[in-house]
């Protein structure tokens, strides 16, 4: 892909080839408020029914296999597109993944788990709730400690694959986006998209960060970015968002005083405000939400992450007015719409 905004910036860093990009941008409707709509069309990163986990993945698995790892190991919840995503990057680059997924095996497998299932990654359920993620955490470390012990050589993956390194593909997703608006002559006022674990939002800040301080676009010519946020931890602390975009800044060759200053206070905001009562828990606004784009642009959303999403966009509306540009990353999420519950009837 292209992102020659950053010069070679990453080239070092070992990445699997695993994302079609760049992603379309398209044009949307017009806001309540009279401001442009635009789509970052980041469901369509193609493999395995893509979604933002493949940018990750790409530097994930790139590690893994300069690492020598034979086996993928990583965790979510029961309807994780994380780990589909893993499943289908194990298929291609001919890796073993071992699923820890939150609640009990099902008669048979619905939506993500479905294609996990082809994709031929093993399932550990662990029985808990999927907003348990402590608890999931801690079963990751047993079971790739078992398969340690087994023999095997493992990568393991936390959460969302939100680690610096699954980060830095969001700082050239950042890069791509401030690209593909230059090409189209659009200045954005903000960025605005779904933060669960953390990872997309700390990379678009990263990458954010990297181009203020190449000077390439002066501070106003920057989008704003606007999380928000549909998991608890990442609305209570925002400043694993920060250290996860200075450690993904030091990958990317900053020294770690450089990268500590690159990240402003404000550089980071997450609108709490549209997670109801938790994680996977649907809400009205965000049922309401999944209706809208449905049927102004034909965007699939999902009740856990896009559907709550774009609601914070078009609850923020009031922001931002006539002649105004706001980007929304879709993060993707269509195949939980196929499981039980996952479509708002
Ligand atoms: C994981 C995910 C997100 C959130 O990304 P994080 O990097 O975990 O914050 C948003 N949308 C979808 C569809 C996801 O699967």
């Known amino acids: 892909m292209r992102a020659q905004l950053f010069d070679g910036l990453l080239d070092d860093v070992p990445r699997a080839p695993l994302a079609t990009l760049p992603t379309p941008l398209e044009r949307g409707p017009e ?4 401001a442009r709509l635009w789509v970052k069309r980041d469901d369509l990163t193609g493999l395995g029914a893509g979604g ?9 698995c790139g590690d893994a296999l300069r690492r020598g790892a034979r086996t993928l190991v990583t965790v979510g919840a029961a309807q994780s597109n994380h780990c589909r995503a893993t499943a289908a990057a194990g298929s291609v680059l001919g890796l073993d993944v071992h699923l820890v997924l939150a609640g009990d ?4 497998p619905e939506g993500n788990q ?15 709730p999927s907003h348990h993620w402590g608890e999931l955490e801690i079963a990751r470390e047993e079971i790739t400690a078992g398969l340690v012990d087994a023999g095997a050589v493992p990568y393991t993956i936390p959460m969302g694959g ?3 390194l699954g980060a ?10 401030v690209e593909q608006c230059e090409d189209l002559g659009v200045h954005p006022d903000a960025v605005v998209f779904t933060s669960s674990s953390g990872g997309t939002h700390a ?3 990263a990458g954010r960060a ?8 002066q501070p106003a010519e920057l989008p704003d970015l606007l999380g928000i946020g549909v998991a608890r931890g990442v609305i209570a602390d925002q400043q694993f968002v920060a250290e996860l975009a200075v450690t993904a800044l030091e990958l990317a060759g900053c020294t770690p005083d450089q990268a500590a200053a690159m990240i402003r206070p404000g550089d980071i905001d997450v609108d709490g405000g549209w997670l109801g009562d938790d994680y996977g828990t649907p809400t009205r606004a965000g049922d309401e939400a999944i209706r809208w784009a449905a049927r102004h642009g034909g965007w699939v959303l999902d009740r856990t992450y896009t559907g709550k999403g774009l609601s914070g966009l078009l609850g923020n509306a009031a922001r931002w007015g006539a002649g105004d540009d706001v980007v929304f990353v879709h993060t993707g999420g269509m195949p939980a719409v196929f499981a039980s519950g996952g479509f708002p009837s």
């Not at 933002?52 to 994930?60: G, M, S």
């Not at 479905?114 to 808990?128: N, V």
């Open 31 to 34: 806001l309540p408020g009279g």
């Open 52 to 60: 933002n986990k493949v940018r990750k993945l790409e530097f994930l």
């Open 105 to 108: 095996r099902p008669e048979r």
């Open 114 to 128: 479905l294609l996990s299932d082809l994709f031929g990654a093993q399932f550990h359920f662990t029985g808990a």
């Open 162 to 164: 939100s680690t610096p």
């Open 168 to 177: 830095l593909g969001y700082a050239l997703a950042f890069a791509e986006l």
């Open 203 to 205: 990379g678009l800040v």
């Open 210 to 217: 990297l181009l203020r301080a190449q000077g390439r676009g």
